[in-house]
């Protein structure tokens, strides 16, 4: 880390307008993604959270594979719009998947019956730490990224061969790359109307 915790939140954006140069390496990506996923907390400490991180040419078959599976079922008038939205995210260098093991979740769904409606929902939480945290480490390294929420279907050859096991639920793409526009502005709602101390 280079900035400070505080500047990291405050500088992290959804950046759209990404290229594939190479500028950081994969190592480095490597570390960073193993490091989050080591330390970001889980109800009961279940580490339900798995990623796959795609770079290169896997990367851009991921969203050529994501939008032919999606366009099925967009309306004629979005096919375009949502093919050049698709090939934006394809122009970064890389996408980190979010995936939640649904078989680590139902285990723990048995061993703590008394509370096993809320473990989806913890789940979906944690997923979003390590989501917010991968996120910002990568910006931290000077890429830009956006997060998505497409669900393509995926034929069983790519499952094994991108490591996708049976049980696990995809649940976000972070695609990042070099981040060539700034973000959009954004309109920050008076935090005194978000946030209540009480002494
Ligand atoms: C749970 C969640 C879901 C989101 N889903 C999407 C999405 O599907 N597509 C997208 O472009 N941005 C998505 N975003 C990004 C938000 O639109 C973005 O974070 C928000 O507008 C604030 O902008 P900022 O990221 O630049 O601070 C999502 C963010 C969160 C926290």
Redesign the pocket.
């Known amino acids: 880390m280079t900035k400070s915790f505080y500047s990291a939140v405050q500088s992290?954006?959804?950046?759209?307008g990404i290229n594939d140069e190479k500028i950081i390496s994969d190592e480095r990506i490597e570390d960073i993604v193993n490091l989050v996923v080591k330390h970001t907390p889980t109800a009961f400490n279940s580490q339900t959270g798995r990623v796959v991180v795609l770079l290169g040419e896997q990367h851009k078959k991921f969203w050529k594979l994501a939008f032919e599976s999606t366009k099925q079922g967009l309306a004629e008038e979005k096919i375009d719009s949502t093919k050049k939205r698709f090939e934006s995210f394809a122009s970064g260098y890389g996408t980190v998947l979010f995936f939640e093991d649904y078989s680590v979740v139902e285990s723990f769904q048995e061993k703590f019956s008394s509370v096993e409606h809320y473990f989806p929902v913890w789940s979906h939480q944690a997923s979003?730490m390590l989501?917010?945290i991968v996120?910002t480490a990568l910006e931290q390294e000077g890429l830009g990224a956006?997060?998505?929420?497409?669900y393509p279907e995926f034929s069983k050859e790519v499952k094994e061969s991108w490591g996708i096991q049976e049980k696990w639920e995809l649940i976000?793409q972070l695609p990042f790359g070099n981040p060539i526009s700034p973000?959009?502005e954004?309109l920050i709602e008076p935090v005194e109307q978000r946030v209540v101390i009480v002494k």
């Not at 992290?12 to 759209?16: A, N």
């Open positions: 992290r954006r959804s950046i759209y979003g989501q917010y996120w956006s997060l998505q929420h497409f976000a973000p959009k954004k």
